[in-house]
Protein backbone atom coordinates (compact mmCIF):
# COMPACT_ATOMS: atom_id res chain seq x y z
CA UNK A 1 0.00 0.00 0.00
CA UNK A 2 1.50 3.37 -0.62
CA UNK A 3 0.59 6.31 1.28
CA UNK A 4 0.77 9.72 0.10
CA UNK A 5 1.73 12.74 2.09
CA UNK A 6 1.31 16.51 0.35
CA UNK A 7 2.60 19.61 1.43
CA UNK A 8 3.51 23.29 -0.04
CA UNK A 9 -0.21 24.81 0.96
CA UNK A 10 -0.34 28.20 2.64
CA UNK A 11 -2.15 31.98 2.14
CA UNK A 12 -1.75 33.40 -1.09
CA UNK A 13 -2.83 36.63 -2.41
CA UNK A 14 -4.92 36.77 -5.68
CA UNK A 15 -2.55 36.64 -8.85
CA UNK A 16 0.22 34.66 -6.58
CA UNK A 17 1.87 31.13 -6.99
CA UNK A 18 2.07 28.03 -4.56
CA UNK A 19 4.20 24.57 -5.63
CA UNK A 20 2.56 21.82 -4.01
CA UNK A 21 4.24 18.74 -3.64
CA UNK A 22 2.85 14.91 -3.16
CA UNK A 23 5.65 12.07 -1.29
CA UNK A 24 4.65 8.75 -2.13
CA UNK A 25 6.34 5.76 0.82
CA UNK A 26 5.98 3.70 -2.23
CA UNK A 27 7.10 2.85 -5.71
CA UNK A 28 4.93 4.93 -8.11
CA UNK A 29 5.22 2.99 -10.52
CA UNK A 30 2.17 0.70 -9.06
CA UNK A 31 0.36 3.96 -9.92
CA UNK A 32 -0.01 4.15 -13.23
CA UNK A 33 -1.31 7.49 -13.14
CA UNK A 34 -1.40 9.98 -10.53
CA UNK A 35 -3.57 13.27 -10.31
CA UNK A 36 -3.93 15.94 -7.70
CA UNK A 37 -7.25 16.72 -6.33
CA UNK A 38 -8.92 19.45 -4.26
CA UNK A 39 -12.08 20.04 -2.07
CA UNK A 40 -13.23 22.98 -1.68
CA UNK A 41 -15.41 24.69 1.28
CA UNK A 42 -18.87 22.80 0.54
CA UNK A 43 -17.75 21.59 -2.20
CA UNK A 44 -17.17 17.87 -3.48
CA UNK A 45 -13.57 16.75 -4.53
CA UNK A 46 -12.73 17.30 -8.01
CA UNK A 47 -10.03 16.35 -9.98
CA UNK A 48 -8.09 19.09 -10.67
CA UNK A 49 -4.67 17.75 -13.15
CA UNK A 50 -3.55 13.98 -13.87
CA UNK A 51 -0.34 12.81 -15.18
CA UNK A 52 0.63 9.60 -17.08
CA UNK A 53 3.70 7.50 -16.26
CA UNK A 54 5.17 8.79 -19.75
CA UNK A 55 4.57 12.73 -18.55
CA UNK A 56 1.13 12.99 -20.47
CA UNK A 57 -1.14 15.76 -18.74
CA UNK A 58 -4.82 16.59 -18.58
CA UNK A 59 -6.24 19.16 -17.03
CA UNK A 60 -9.41 20.43 -15.47
CA UNK A 61 -10.84 23.61 -17.76
CA UNK A 62 -10.74 25.79 -14.68
CA UNK A 63 -7.16 24.89 -13.58
CA UNK A 64 -6.03 25.24 -17.88
CA UNK A 65 -3.36 27.45 -18.43
CA UNK A 66 -2.66 28.38 -14.99
CA UNK A 67 -1.25 24.55 -13.22
CA UNK A 68 1.21 22.76 -14.51
CA UNK A 69 1.62 18.85 -12.97
CA UNK A 70 5.04 16.85 -13.00
CA UNK A 71 6.47 13.99 -11.52
CA UNK A 72 9.82 12.41 -10.79
CA UNK A 73 9.07 9.03 -10.95
CA UNK A 74 13.19 8.74 -9.24
CA UNK A 75 12.14 10.36 -6.24
CA UNK A 76 8.55 8.93 -5.64
CA UNK A 77 7.51 12.50 -6.02
CA UNK A 78 4.61 14.38 -8.34
CA UNK A 79 4.26 18.25 -8.02
CA UNK A 80 1.59 20.73 -8.70
CA UNK A 81 2.72 24.31 -9.50
CA UNK A 82 -0.44 26.66 -9.27
CA UNK A 83 0.16 30.50 -11.06
CA UNK A 84 -2.16 33.12 -10.85
CA UNK A 85 -4.56 31.41 -8.72
CA UNK A 86 -7.81 32.74 -8.02
CA UNK A 87 -9.92 32.62 -4.62
CA UNK A 88 -12.24 29.85 -6.22
CA UNK A 89 -8.74 27.94 -6.03
CA UNK A 90 -9.17 28.13 -2.29
CA UNK A 91 -9.76 24.07 -0.99
CA UNK A 92 -7.60 21.52 0.71
CA UNK A 93 -5.15 19.90 -2.14
CA UNK A 94 -4.71 16.01 -2.44
CA UNK A 95 -2.69 13.27 -4.58
CA UNK A 96 -4.00 10.30 -5.47
CA UNK A 97 -3.54 7.71 -8.46
CA UNK A 98 -6.20 7.84 -11.14
CA UNK A 99 -8.79 6.59 -10.21
CA UNK A 100 -7.79 7.41 -6.69
CA UNK A 101 -7.64 4.33 -4.26
CA UNK A 102 -9.72 5.41 -0.90
CA UNK A 103 -6.55 3.52 1.66
CA UNK A 104 -4.02 6.06 -0.03
CA UNK A 105 -6.27 9.42 0.61
CA UNK A 106 -3.68 11.60 2.89
CA UNK A 107 -4.37 14.23 4.91
CA UNK A 108 -3.84 17.19 1.97
CA UNK A 109 -2.37 20.54 1.81
CA UNK A 110 -4.83 23.58 2.39
CA UNK A 111 -4.58 26.47 -0.43
CA UNK A 112 -5.97 29.91 0.67
CA UNK A 113 -6.34 32.46 -2.15
CA UNK A 114 -7.52 35.77 -0.98
CA UNK A 115 -9.15 38.36 -3.41
Known amino acids: QVQLVESGGGLVQAGGSLRLSCAAS????????MGWYRQGPGKQRESVAE???????NYADSVKGRFTISRDNAQNMVYLQMNNLKPEDTAVYYC?????????WGQGTRVTVSS
Open 96 to 104: NSVPPKEQS
Open 26 to 33: GNLFSFNT
Open 51 to 57: ISSGGRT
